[in-house]
């Protein structure tokens, strides 16, 4: 038989989180446009977990007409591209900070002999996989996942594009520095924004590794397309 690619796109949990083929598993309100506001946030949260329902149960019937077709579970990887506030800090959507909300995604792998090391960026997402397809391995005990932790493991992001971005920062095994384009300032972890010769010494090192990933990223795009 011949190998098997496919990929689906869900995006039923994107705004208004809602729509008329959502089905009621969970016991929630459905919320009408003008009803998303922050007074409503308990049954946003509600509404998104009712819809979050819809699609794990999209995934299953998925998997079992996959399984059915060819005749033996097939790989599965279940990944997103980001979080989604729900009026936490205020805001709703994503796209306007990176933090735990907007930027922990779920990985779900099985069947697959990927090696995932944390943190973990979709970045990586397709040198591992090209790397467990030509291990082979399916249906076998090698064809399970291993994860493993990587405490130098970092994680390059940011908003906007990567040549002219708004934000861009490091996330690392337990913790971020941001550094933001706009206000010109430096967030490490979770403390405030400050300008860059304000940050001790530790975090000032922090702060250019940033600058220099950022400017290698930059220079391998570049030098690459020969612009």
């Given amino acids: 038989m011949r190998p098997v690619f496919i990929y689906v796109n869900l995006h039923d949990t994107h705004y208004p989180y809602h729509h008329r083929t ?10 009408g446009l003008s009803e998303i506001v922050p007074s409503r946030a308990a049954d ?3 509404m998104y977990a009712n819809t979050l329902a819809n699609v794990d149960r999209a995934i299953g019937r998925l998997m079992q007409m996959t399984t059915e ?4 579970p097939p790989g599965v990887i279940v990944t997103s591209d980001h979080g989604e506030s729900l009026f936490e800090e205020g805001l709703l959507g994503h796209g306007y900070v990176l933090d735990e ?3 922990r995604i779920p990985l779900i792998v099985a069947n697959v002999p990927m090696v995932i090391e944390q943190p973990w960026g979709q970045a990586s997402l397709r040198r591992q996989l090209l790397g467990a397809l030509a291990a082979g391995g399916e249906g076998s005990a090698e064809s399970r996942p291993v994860v493993r932790q990587n ?6 992001q940011y908003l906007g594009t990567s ?6 920062g490091l996330r690392g095994a337990t913790g971020r520095i941001q ?10 972890d979770t403390g405030p924004w400050i300008q ?6 530790s975090a000032h090192e922090r702060f250019v590794q940033l600058i220099r990933t950022w400017e290698s990223l930059m220079l391998f795009r570049f030098g690459a397309s020969g612009h």
């Avoid at 959502?22 to 919320?31: A, E, R, T």
């Avoid at 405490?151 to 390059?156: L, R």
């Avoid at 550094?179 to 490490?188: A, G, N, T």
Wanted: no cysteine; net charge negative.
């Fill in 101 to 103: 909300i907007q930027t």
């Fill in 22 to 31: 959502i089905q009621q598993i969970l016991p929630s309100p459905v919320l």
């Fill in 179 to 188: 550094y933001d384009f706009r206000s010109r300032q430096v967030q490490e």
């Fill in 44 to 46: 946003l949260h509600s």
């Fill in 69 to 72: 077709a060819l005749g033996a």
């Fill in 163 to 168: 040549d002219q971005p708004a934000v861009i």
């Fill in 151 to 156: 405490p130098q493991g970092q994680v390059f």
């Fill in 196 to 201: 860059s010769d304000r940050l001790p010494a």
